[in-house]
């Protein structure tokens, strides 16, 4: 299992803290993703190139789709990004020590569908600078697009992937299904790495790179500018 060399000198806080995590930003993201829509075709979308994990341009798409989809500042998802001065889609992604987004981008290049990836790819670079069109089109996708999304979603969250047509499945059947939703943890790094530990400032069972004693302490609130533990704005 991937684990970081340092250990945390502050009470709660993981190692060099990324900008601040909003629950409420988190909250809007994933219910905007999960919303029920209705079926529409994506324009354009259809014709894109099948995506490629060396491709930069589709390393920032899939940031900038995921930041949409989730809430979450594409600097916390990528800690080495840089934006640069030109267009968005030309900014560095970085390679942070951890890089999960490599992890689930290569993940998803090859077990979702390829034409469903490639379509929420090309969503995300032509609307490259309006998160809400974003979510709007992948929610307002067919079937593919939209399911994809919410697995999308559950990937950064829990770091386990949820195949789109079981999601589908369980969403659509006219009866509920039993049993949980079939899932597999993509690795031991996105195992330590879902953004719901963050959320809730605690960490998964067997890993932690938070101080020993932490429990004793009273939990950050991402959402107090008061709190002394909270990550500072750069």
Not at 63 to 91: C, M, N, R, W, Y
Not at 130 to 149: H, Q, S, Y
């Amino acid at each position: 299992m991937d684990r970081p060399r340092e250990r945390n000198p502050r009470a709660t806080q993981p190692l060099n803290p990324p900008p601040t995590l909003s629950r409420r930003a988190v909250v809007a993201g994933t219910v905007a993703t999960t919303a029920v829509a209705a079926v529409l075709p994506l324009s354009n979308s259809a014709q894109a190139q099948a995506p490629d994990p060396q491709s930069s341009q589709d390393m920032m798409a899939f940031l900038l789709l995921s930041e949409a989809l989730t809430g979450v500042d594409k600097q916390i998802l990528a800690p080495e990004f840089s934006k640069g001065t030109g267009d968005i889609l030309d900014a560095d992604p970085g390679i942070d020590p951890i890089n999960v987004k490599s992890t689930y981008f290569k993940w998803l290049a090859a077990h979702a569908a390829p034409a469903s990836f490639a379509k929420v790819l090309q969503i995300a670079k032509d609307n490259r600078t309006a998160p809400d069109k974003i979510i709007a089109a992948v929610t307002a996708g067919d079937d593919d697009t939209k399911f994809l999304g919410r697995s999308i979603v559950l990937l950064w969250y829990l770091g386990s992937w949820y195949d789109p047509a079981d999601l589908k499945r369980f969403a659509t059947a006219p009866a509920p299904v039993p049993g949980p939703i079939p899932s597999q943890v993509v690795s031991a790094k996105a195992y330590t790495q879902g953004l719901a530990w963050q959320v809730v400032g605690a960490h998964p069972m067997g890993y932690s790179n938070l101080q020993f004693g932490y429990w004793s302490r009273e939990p950050s609130d991402p959402n107090d500018p008061n709190d002394p533990f909270r990550p500072k704005q750069s």
